[in-house]
C-alpha cells in the first residue's frame, strides 16, 4: 500500500504536536473579570460560580497581585453596588468616591502595569437592573448614552487605562470618545461589547453582582442569539465611532460570529467566556463527568482559534496555572 499523505506523521510525538499547534494560548490572552464589594476583609464564594470570589476592594487589591506575579495583564472591574445608593438615573455611577472609582485607584496605586479595565453599563447601579435609564417601562437609549459617557469620564478621571461599555445602546462609542477627547483624555481606550447577545449564559454573573433585570428581559438592547450579520453592522459601527478593541459576549456559543467579527475588522477582537460557561464546566467535573483541567483548556483555545485575541475568562488564573504546569 502506498500513500503520499499521511497526515499523522505530524501528530506522532508531543514534540511534533507542539511544533505544528496552530493556535497557543499565554497569560497575555486574559482578561480577568473581579467582582468587588464593600466591607474589609471580605472574600464571598459565589454560589453559582464555585471557587470564584466577590471581595472587598482590599482584598481585590491582594488578589491582583497575585495575577500580576503570574503574568496577567489585565482585569475586568466589576462592583456590587448597595441597593440605598441604586436609582433609575445610575447616579451612583458618576460618584467620583464611588466603589468603581476608588478601586481604579487602588489597583492601579498597588500594580501601575496591571491593565484595568472597567465595566461602563448602568445594571449594577440601577433599581431596575437594566443597563439603561427606564421611562414608562422602555430603556431609553439616547439619556443613558450621556450617563454611559459621563460614568467613562468619570472611570478615566479616576485612573482607568480602558472603558468597557457593556450596554448595547446605540451610538455609545462615539459619545464617549467624544467626552474623553474634550476632556483631555486622549490615552483612555474603549473596549466596546460590540456584539452582546441576550444570553441565558448571563445567569450567575447577575447572582455575583445581584444585578437581574427587575422587570422584562434585555432583548430590547442586546442582540437576538438568530442573527449573525448584525453582529458584523454592530461591530463596524463601533469601529467607526472610535472603538479600540471589539468584544464578541458569550463566546462558545458564539464562535462563528468571533470568527466573522475577526475577518471583518482590523482592531482586537475580544471574547468574553461568560459566567454561565464557566459554571457548566465546573457542575460537570464536580459530578465527575468531564476532566475540568482539560474542559478549560480546550474550550479557551477553541475561543482563541476562532478568532479572539483576547479572552475574558474567569478561568484565567487556572489556565495560566495549566499551562505553566
Ligand atoms: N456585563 C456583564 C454581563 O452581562 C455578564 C457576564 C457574565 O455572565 O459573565
Ligand atoms: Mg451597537
Redesign the pocket.
Same mark, same amino acid.
Request: aromatic fraction near 30%; glycine fraction near 8%; avoid cysteine.
Given at each position: 500500500m502506498f500513500q503520499i499523505k499521511r497526515n499523522r506523521i505530524l501528530r506522532t510525538t508531543p514534540s511534533l504536536r507542539a511544533l505544528v499547534a496552530e493556535t497557543t494560548l499565554t497569560p497575555n490572552d486574559f482578561i480577568v473579570?473581579l467582582f468587588i464589594d464593600e466591607g474589609e476583609g471580605q472574600e464571598v464564594e459565589i454560589p453559582s460560580m464555585p471557587n470564584y470570589y466577590r471581595r472587598s476592594l482590599d482584598k481585590t487589591v491582594r488578589e491582583v497581585e497575585a495575577l500580576w506575579s503570574i503574568g496577567i495583564k489585565s482585569v475586568l472591574l /466589576?462592583i456590587k453596588c448597595t441597593d440605598d445608593r441604586k436609582d433609575n438615573l445610575g447616579t451612583e455611577a458618576l460618584n467620583p468616591n464611588g466603589l468603581m472609582q476608588r478601586s481604579i485607584r487602588a489597583i492601579k496605586a498597588a500594580v501601575p502595569g496591571m491593565i484595568v479595565m472597567t465595566?461602563v453599563?448602568l445594571?449594577p447601579y440601577s433599581t431596575y437592573g437594566h443597563?439603561g435609564i427606564v421611562e414608562n417601562g422602555e430603556i431609553v437609549n439616547d439619556p443613558t448614552v450621556e450617563v454611559l459617557a459621563n460614568m467613562s469620564l468619570s472611570h478615566a478621571q479616576a485612573g482607568a487605562d480602558i472603558v468597557a461599555p457593556?450596554d448595547m445602546m446605540d451610538g455609545r462609542i462615539g459619545a464617549i470618545r467624544k467626552t474623553l477627547e474634550e476632556n483631555g483624555f486622549t490615552k483612555t481606550g474603549i473596549l466596546a461589547?460590540s456584539a452582546?447577545y441576550a444570553?441565558c449564559?448571563?445567569?450567575? /454573573?447577575?447572582d455575583a453582582l445581584d444585578s437581574a433585570p427587575g422587570f422584562g428581559d434585555k432583548k430590547t438592547y442586546q442582540m437576538d442569539y438568530a442573527n449573525r450579520r448584525e453582529a458584523i453592522k454592530e461591530t463596524l459601527m463601533d469601529v467607526e465611532e472610535g472603538a479600540d478593541i471589539v468584544m464578541v459576549?458569550?463566546a462558545m456559543a458564539y464562535l462563528d460570529i468571533i470568527r466573522e467579527v475577526r475577518d471583518a475588522v482590523t482592531v482586537p477582537v475580544s471574547a468574553?467566556?461568560?459566567?454561565?460557561?464557566?459554571s457548566m464546566i465546573k457542575a460537570a467535573a464536580r459530578m465527575g463527568w468531564l476532566n475540568e483541567d482539560k474542559a478549560i483548556l480546550e474550550s479557551l483555545c477553541s475561543i482563541k482559534r476562532a478568532g479572539a485575541d483576547l479572552i475574558?475568562t474567569?478561568f484565567a488564573k487556572d489556565a495560566v496555572k495549566l499551562l505553566n504546569a
Open positions: 473579570p /466589576f465595566d453599563a445594571d443597563d457593556s461589547y452582546k444570553s449564559f448571563y445567569g450567575p /454573573f447577575r459576549k458569550p468574553y467566556h461568560v459566567s454561565g460557561e464557566y475574558a474567569y
